[in-house]
């Protein structure tokens, strides 16, 4: 059963770092390319982030180019996204996800939410100013 757990949210002053964990079981981080996505209240769900472990592609999106860095650690069968000089905007659900399409795959863009088939339950993150 494929599932997916992110942790690693919180409380963060502007300017502040925090590090998202996207821990997955049921397939191996290595064969499958693995997004970041977040979600503001009243927004749409927007992907930020992805990464091919098979390829070692990795893509951003321009609103946190620069700030993110997307990384993996084949042991513990987890992607980290590490965000840094958070801002007041960057509030919102973290979820990561991944499909069955994305076998083997390069990590060229996110792509639309709706391509996805699985998620985790997300992970809280709120900037204040």
Avoid: H
Wanted: aromatic share 10%; charged share 15%.
């Amino acid at each position: 059963q494929v599932q997916l757990v992110e942790s690693g949210g919180g409380v963060v002053q502007s300017g502040g770092s925090l590090r998202l964990s996207c821990t997955a079981s049921g397939f191996s981080v290595d064969d499958y390319v693995i997004s970041w996505f977040r979600q503001a209240p009243g927004k749409a769900r927007e992907g930020v982030a992805c990464i091919s472990t098979s390829d070692g592609t990795t893509f951003y999106a321009d609103s946190m180019k620069g700030r993110l860095t997307i990384t993996k650690d084949n042991s513990a069968n987890t992607i980290y996204l590490q965000m840094n000089s958070l801002k007041p905007e960057d509030t919102a659900v973290y979820y990561c996800a991944t499909d069955a399409t994305l076998y083997r795959r390069s990590c060229v863009r996110v792509g639309t939410s709706a391509y996805y088939k699985y998620w985790g339950q997300g992970t809280q993150v709120t900037v204040s100013s």
